[in-house]
């Protein structure tokens, strides 16, 4: 399974160039998930399926054939981790947090830096991709 990572979650990026109706549902990752409002808000951005996963000590649905996985934030991927979820790749479409400028759309602020640093030296496949149709750039991008 492949996470990806946009600071902004769900929006137009995601759901007309990475998504183009082809998931068959959303599980998207975030803390920011634990309130209601929110979570129906991205329901109907949506328009399909979705799993809501606020971080809060639940284990994840399990993974089905056609999930497009999405989080706000590189500590998802260490959460997923903890729970025995088996990730192939995490891919950065965007992480702009205010932090150090690597690439547009690429600046990650230190706690995101040093969680993806600890990501790949425990052997996940960490990459920047902002576009479906991009070469994925091996982390940390030069």
């Known amino acids: 399974m492949i ?15 990475w998504d183009r109706g082809r998931a068959k549902r959303f599980v998207l990752i975030s803390r920011r998930l634990a309130d209601p409002a929110i979570r129906e808000l991205y329901a109907q951005a949506a328009g399909k399926p979705t799993v809501f996963l606020p971080m809060a000590g639940e ?29 192939e ?3 950065i479409i965007a992480l702009r947090q205010g932090g150090e400028f ?6 990650p602020d230190g706690v995101s830096l040093a969680l993806l640093d600890d990501l790949r030296s425990r052997g996940l496949s960490v990459a920047y991709r902002p576009f479906l149709e991009a070469e994925a750039v091996a982390w940390p991008p030069c």
Not at 5 to 11: E, T
Not at 70 to 81: E, Q, S, T
Not at 102 to 107: E, I, Q, Y
């Open 3 to 17: 996470l990806h990572i946009d600071d902004r979650l769900l929006h137009g990026r995601i759901l007309h160039g």
């Open 59 to 87: 284990d994840p649905a399990p993974e089905e054939k056609g999930d497009f996985w999405l989080a706000d934030h590189p500590a998802a991927a260490a959460y997923l981790l903890e729970k025995g979820v088996a990730l």
């Open 89 to 91: 790749a995490l891919w």
């Open 102 to 107: 690597l690439r547009p759309d690429l600046t």
